[in-house]
């Protein structure tokens, strides 16, 4: 499984971008893949996940209202739309794949980050003031 992230650069507030995870060796019946980001000093923590199931794709509470992920036909990219941005979402941004086909926990909660067994180069998002 490889996965790169691509799309990242510098925004003005407000402004839109959209990161591309360019995948392969992903096996979508039996995997998910996610949107993570790591401010600097923080830990890494996820923005959304998306399966191969055709179900409705995951998102974590602080980015669903302007966030949107999204995946090619071909399975080959995943995609984060991102609206609105804020200086706050300054931060390197991961794409990350887990080995089951789900992104949340049956209590509900998001996958932790630990059970994304892989992870691509990160992109850099900086959003201006």
């Known amino acids: 499984v490889q996965l790169q992230a691509s799309g990242g650069g510098l925004v003005q507030a407000g402004g839109s971008l959209t990161l591309s995870c360019a995948t392969s060796?992903?096996?979508?019946?039996?995997?998910?893949v996610g949107w993570f980001r790591q401010a600097p000093g923080k830990e890494r923590v996820a923005i959304s996940c998306?399966?191969?199931?055709?179900?409705?794709?995951a998102y974590a509470d602080s980015s669903k209202d302007r966030f949107t992920i999204s995946r090619d036909n071909s399975g080959n990219a995943v995609f984060l739309q991102m609206n609105s941005l804020k200086p706050e979402d300054t931060a390197v941004y991961y794409c990350?794949?887990?080995?089951?086909?789900?992104?949340?926990?049956?209590?509900?909660?998001?996958?932790?980050?630990?059970?994304?067994?892989?992870w691509g180069q990160g992109t850099q998002v900086t959003v201006s003031s």
């Open positions: 990350g794949a887990v080995p089951t086909p789900a992104c949340r926990y049956r209590s509900g909660d998001f996958y932790a980050v630990s059970e994304f067994e892989f």
């Open positions: 998306i399966t191969g199931r055709g179900g409705q794709p």
């Open positions: 060796g992903i096996t979508w019946s039996q995997m998910a």
